[in-house]
């Protein structure tokens, strides 16, 4: 199967500073690339959708400010927690969407925010 | 919110054939049934997914009802690697919101030996 990577694979922060996280399509091309979010003992919850070319579109509640995308190349899809804080904290899982509208996911980034 | 229904537990033995149900009633014609897996701390894996037919590759078998309302997902020998979160989505193959893949609470199979 396809696959999609994701990195880093756990990072420590402190609040107030912002980290970058990158989810890549390793052997396919992916025009959309979906970025999700799971706390503890809970199911992923769909954050936003990233297009390539485009501005990404984001699920209500959920501050496209704080939570910046970039889908500069049609491998490679980037999300930014701006100004992150303790309850940022949480499994960011990104996904990359084949020609055929087949969704391949990443390992996930665990973020923890001090 | 998901458009499918599963419970919330199920135990299967080693060596034994686990049987995962999933209702979707209000499932559209141009819907298909997916199947994803999440063990621990890990990103969602992708098993199989069919519209009406039935469907079986090298992880599993999917049957699905003729009135398409409901599906299961059939893992012929599970392992002790088989433990995991199985979580079964509806989604319409094309891009837009339609094509998002929502995700319920899923089924936590736990094989024991």
């Known amino acids: 199967g396809a696959v999609v990577s994701q990195h880093p694979s756990r990072v420590i922060c402190k609040s107030g500073t912002s980290v970058k996280i990158e989810c890549r399509s390793l052997?396919?091309?992916?025009?959309?690339m979906f970025w999700y979010r799971q706390f503890p003992k809970q199911s992923l919850m769909l954050m936003a959708t990233?297009?390539?070319?485009?501005?990404?579109?984001?699920e209500q509640g959920v501050e496209k400010d704080k939570f910046l995308i970039n889908h500069a190349s049609l491998t490679l899809s980037t999300l930014t927690v701006t100004s992150a804080h303790p309850e940022d904290s949480s499994f960011y899982i990104c996904?990359?969407?084949?020609?055929?509208?087949?969704?391949?996911f990443g390992p996930g980034t665990r973020l923890t925010v001090t | 919110d998901a458009k499918t229904t599963q419970p919330p537990s199920m135990d299967c033995a080693e060596g034994r054939a686990a049987n995962l149900p999933c209702n979707h009633s209000?499932?559209?014609?141009?819907?298909?049934v997916y199947w994803y897996r999440q063990i621990h701390s890990q990103g969602p894996q992708y098993i199989i997914h069919?519209?009406?037919n039935n469907e079986t590759n090298e992880m599993a078998s999917l049957i699905i009802t003729e009135d398409r309302k409901s599906s299961t997902l059939i893992l012929p020998h599970a392992t002790l690697r088989d433990t995991a979160v199985y979580y079964c989505?509806?989604?319409?193959?094309?891009?837009?919101?339609?094509?998002?893949?929502?995700f319920g609470k899923g089924t936590k199979l736990s094989v024991k030996p």
């Open positions: 996904s990359a969407q084949t020609s055929r509208y087949e969704q391949y």
């Open positions: 052997d396919f091309q992916a025009t959309t």
């Open positions: 990233s297009n390539e070319g485009s501005k990404a579109t984001y």
């Open positions: 209000t499932i559209s014609g141009n819907e298909y």
């Open positions: 069919g519209l009406k």
């Open positions: 989505i509806v989604r319409a193959n094309y891009g837009g919101s339609q094509g998002n893949l929502i």
